[in-house]
C-alpha cells in the first residue's frame, strides 16, 4: 500500500513571511514603536494583505506586535521594566527545571542534551539569529522535558517572542558569544554531573549575566 504520510509539512507562506517578519524585529531593522503598514508589507514582502494580516496576527500572539488604537499595528515596545519581569520568571521557571534534571538525568538523556548543546555552539558561530533562537529553544525544551515539565515549558513558549528578542539584544555585545556558550555549557555540564545545585547556579549565572546586559541597554538608550 502506498504511503501518503508526509513526514515533514512544507512551510506555508504565511509561516515563511511571519519568520522573515520575526527576524526583522529581532534584528532591529523594524524598531520597537514602529508601525506596521500593510500596503509597505505587501510590496517588501510580494505577498497579499491576508498573508500579512495573518502574519501580524500570529506575531501579536509571541507579544512581538501590539495593536494601538488609531494606530493599527507597530512593533511592541519593550522596557526594562517589562524585561526584569521576563527574567524573573525565566530565572524561576529555568532554575527548577534545571534542578530536577540534574537530578534524574539518564544516560541518554545526558547523550541526548550533548547532542543539542553542540547544534547551540554551531548556531552561536553561525551568525544567524533565527538558527541560534532555534537551537536555544531546542536545548532548553530537552532540559524542561528530561524534567517533566511540561506546563512550564508551555509558559515560556507564549514568552519566547520577548525572550527572543532580548536574547537578540544581549548577543550584540562583542563578547557575549563566547560567554553565553560558555554559560550554557556550565549548565550542561552540571546536569551531566547529576548535579541539581550546580545547575541552579549555572542557570543563575547565565541569567544574571543576560540580566544586567539588558537592563543597560534598556536603561541607557
Not at 141 to 156: M, R
Amino acid at each position: 500500500m502506498t504511503n501518503l504520510k508526509i513526514d515533514q509539512p512544507p512551510q506555508t507562506l504565511r509561516n515563511i513571511v511571519t519568520d522573515k517578519m520575526r527576524e526583522a524585529i529581532l534584528s532591529g531593522f523594524f524598531k520597537s514603536g514602529e508601525r506596521l503598514v500593510e500596503r509597505t508589507l505587501c510590496d517588501q514582502l510580494g505577498v497579499s494583505r491576508t498573508v500579512v494580516r495573518e502574519a501580524i496576527r500570529y506575531l501579536e500572539a509571541e507579544g512581538l506586535v501590539e495593536f494601538l488604537p488609531n494606530r493599527g499595528p507597530i512593533v511592541a515596545h519593550l522596557d526594562w521594566p517589562q524585561a526584569k519581569q521576563i527574567y524573573k520568571i525565566r530565572r524561576l521557571l529555568e532554575t527548577d527545571a534545571a534542578r530536577d534534571c540534574a537530578a534524574c538525568a539518564d544516560t541518554q538523556t545526558k547523550s541526548e542534551l550533548k547532542v543539542a548543546l553542540d547544534a547551540l555552539g554551531a548556531a552561536y558561530e553561525s551568525g544567524s539569529p533565527q538558527v541560534l533562537f532555534s537551537a536555544s529553544a531546542a536545548f532548553y525544551n530537552k532540559i524542561f522535558t528530561a524534567a517533566g515539565h511540561e506546563i512550564s515549558w508551555d509558559v515560556v513558549n507564549r514568552l519566547n517572542g520577548r525572550i527572543s528578542r532580548l536574547r537578540s539584544m544581549t548577543l550584540s555585545t562583542s563578547d557575549r558569544h563566547r560567554a553565553g556558550f560558555a554559560q550554557m555549557t556550565r549548565i550542561y555540564e552540571a546536569i551531566k554531573a547529576n548535579d541539581p545545585d550546580a545547575a541552579e547556579e549555572a542557570v543563575h549565572a547565565h541569567i544574571d549575566t543576560a540580566s544586567e546586559i539588558a537592563r543597560k541597554q534598556l536603561t541607557e538608550a
